[in-house]
Every structure is written in C-alpha cells, then in structure tokens.
C-alpha cells in the first residue's frame, strides 16, 4: 500500500520521468468525476486502484473512471479523513461522522459496517492504521486519544496514553510495534510494554506541532512539523532536523511517502520535495517540485475549514 501526497486538485505523476525539471502531470478534478478538489489522502491499494479522501465523499480510481461514495451509498460522513486497507484486504475508511469498515463484495449501504469508538463525547476519528498482529489503531480530533479494535475484538477501545495534548493529528506504528502518536503539542510514543516517552521542543522537534508520521525501511521515523522535517535514528532516536535550507519548498510538513524503491517524498505547504542525500545539489539534499515544474496548484493546508465546525472545537483540525 502506498500513501501518496496531499493536493489541492490530485495529480498522478508519472515515476519513470521525475527526474525531469518539468513534471509530466495530468490534473483530475471534479470535471472528471472526482468527489471534490479538495483531497485530504491518496492511497493506493493492492490491486492498484486509488482512492481519494475527499472533503465530499470518497472516491475510487480505476484508471479510467471514477467511482464515488458518499453517505448515500452508507458512508458515516462525507468529510473523509483516512482510508486504510489491511494485509486481508479490509478497506477501513475514516470520517468526521464516523469510523467504517468497507466490504467492496456487498450490496449497497450493507458494504459499509460503522464501528463506534465510545468514549464520553463523540470521539471523531481522522486517522487509522494497523499493528503488526492485526489490530486496527485510531486516533480522534476530539481530545479523547486512541482507540484500538484487537483482531478478535468486536468492539473499539480507548487506549491510555499519557499525553500533553489528547488531540491526534498524526498516528503510525512501526515494525517493533510502537504506536507513535503526533499532536499541536508534542509527539508520544507507546512501546509493546505499554510504556511511553514524549518528545518536545526540549529533545530537538524545530515545532511540537506534528503534522505527519512514517518509518522508513530503515526503521527510522520521519517526523513532519509545522516548522520543519525531522529524522529519528532508529538506534539512538537522535534527531536530525530538515528546512528550507536543506531544499524543501516549505517548512510546513503536509504528509510523507516512502515509494517501494526506498525513496522518501515529502509533501509541504509550498510544493512536493525529493530526498536525495546521494546527489546534493549546493548541499542540499532535498529536490523541490512546484507550480513551476508543472504542479496544478499550490497545495493547501490538509484539513477543510468545514472540519472544524464539525468536531465542535477549532483544535479538531490541524494546528495551523
């Protein structure tokens, strides 16, 4: 499963060619049956397809055309926040209204089967992952954390993490099976014992805002903040941190890809970068992309306005 980056209007890049200084892209927008411009996640599934999280719907591409989903079809919401698809070949989909497991074999607003998070208020999920035995791993806009749903579990969870902000903004798991947990305020991370450590501005993060998680095939995490990129070495955990000095287009850190081939892309404010610490251009060791290599438009903040009324608190959206 690959993520891609997070654009205003999706655009499909074509891998073989992006060493070239001008981008070959072909721009989808709703002209074309895209849900709406407006895209909070790409994923690519295993047999291929792409499914586009949109702040209208979710959509599926093929190809050729897309196939749209939205609360008529059975989704819990049309604000759709996160898409997942586990090693069996479940299809998790994440919205403000609510969390879903999608049966693409069913009929009807029966593929969809809404799970509830519980909770004291009404926890609003915007992002999901899964461990390494199968568990499905939540985090929610509404100050109440994460949740957990066990491979034989018939219900969610909620997982106790201390936490100097309960807001999730970013959640992923490595192969040693620690959840790491980003927030406005800090990362967390919660070891298989079900110890945790927190790490601030004090340990080296340039901003506690965390906007973006993901381990590299080295077992290192990359970290995406509000005010620049941060390696974690996987041994040590020391940080090494990344700007616009070092070639990224922007320091706001919209989302992270890690292709098959061990490439790290990484999506900002400002445009699309390349790490190529093998061939620094005047010492720089990200490529930048931009509207003036081809991108259709400069990409937004991840989160729509519209999230943020919907959760109840301006603080269900990304720390801007």
């Known amino acids: 499963m690959r993520r891609l980056p997070v654009w205003l209007a999706a655009s499909l890049l074509v891998a073989s060619l992006l060493q070239a200084k001008r981008l070959p892209i072909k721009t989808y927008t709703t002209a074309d049956g895209l849900a709406r411009d407006h895209i909070l996640c790409i994923v690519q599934d295993s047999h291929g397809f792409l499914w586009f999280c949109t ?5 599926r591409f093929d190809g050729y055309q897309f196939t749209n989903y939205h609360t008529e079809q059975g989704l819990p919401g ?12 479940d299809y998790w989909i994440s919205t ?25 208020g009404k926890p ?60 406005p305020n800090g990362l967390n991370r919660r ?12 340990d080296g993060l340039p901003n506690t805002s965390i906007m973006a998680l993901r381990e590299d095939h080295e077992g290192g995490m990359w970290v995406g903040t509000r005010l620049g990129l941060v390696h974690m070495d996987a041994a040590s955990a020391r940080m090494r941190v990344y700007g616009t000095k070092d070639g990224l287009p922007g320091a706001r850190i ?9 490439k790290l892309w990484v999506g900002t404010v400002e445009g699309l970068a390349e790490w190529t610490p093998r061939q620094p251009v005047d010492g720089r060791e990200f490529q930048g992309y931009t509207a003036a290599q081809g991108l259709s438009a400069r990409p937004w903040a991840r989160w729509p306005k519209t999230a943020m009324g919907t959760s109840g608190s301006a603080r269900s959206a990304r720390a801007r």
């Open 96 to 120: 403000t209204d609510g969390l879903a497991r999608f049966d693409p074999r069913g009929a009807g607003a029966a593929r969809f089967h809404r799970y509830p998070l519980g909770g004291q």
């Open 78 to 89: 049309n604000l759709v926040t996160d898409f997942l698809e586990t090693r069996e070949g």
């Open 55 to 59: 702040a209208e719907g979710l959509s």
């Open 254 to 262: 919209e989302s992270l890809l890690e292709t098959s081939d061990g």
């Open 124 to 183: 609003v999920p915007v992002t999901v992952r899964e461990d390494g035995a199968g568990g499905i791993w939540c985090g929610t806009s509404t100050g109440e954390g994460v949740f957990y749903l066990g491979p034989k579990d018939t219900a969610f969870r909620r997982i106790t993490v201390p936490m100097a902000d309960p807001y999730v903004t970013a959640l992923a798991i490595d192969r040693r099976g620690t959840v790491w947990i980003g927030s």
């Open 191 to 202: 070891n298989p014992d079900g110890t945790t450590r927190a790490y601030t501005a004090a």
